[in-house]
């Protein structure tokens, strides 16, 4: 699974959980009405997943200091995948990144802002101007 792929499980898996039909029982779901059973069992969320919300919690659950809405790093480390310089060197590379890979601040800022875009392109609800 590519790295911004597991950043979206980790923060929709989450907010899954977080909801009461994921909390309740599967049947519904594991019993499509007539005319649904072509839907996909992966479809993405019907409502748009609040990030921010999300990441406030687990970073509140967490009890560390972390500025994951302004470091990628951060951010990382706060869904408890890896932060090395290596896996964000993947991720800008995944991401598409055209700048200098070893000018790891610029390439930090342009990876924070590239995943929330990502995200809200994904069913993500990301505030805007961050």
Do not use: C
Not at 14 to 20: N, Q, Y
Not at 62 to 84: F, P, T
Not at 93 to 101: A, V
């Amino acid at each position: 699974m590519s790295i911004f792929g597991k950043i979206v499980s980790a923060i929709f898996g989450h907010a899954e959980a977080a909801t009461p039909a994921a909390a309740g029982s599967t049947a519904p779901t594991a019993t499509p009405a007539a005319g649904a059973a072509s839907a996909p069992a992966t479809a993405a969320p019907a409502a748009p997943v609040d990030v921010d919300a999300v990441l406030t919690a687990l970073a509140a659950k967490s009890g560390q200091q972390l500025n994951w809405k302004e470091s990628i790093v951060d951010l990382l480390k706060l869904l408890g995948l890896d932060s090395s310089l290596d896996a964000r060197k993947q991720l800008a590379t995944e991401l598409k990144y055209t700048g200098d890979q070893n000018d790891s601040a610029t390439m930090n800022v342009w990876l924070i802002k590239e995943v929330r875009q990502k995200l809200a392109e994904n069913g993500g609800k990301v505030p805007a101007g961050l």
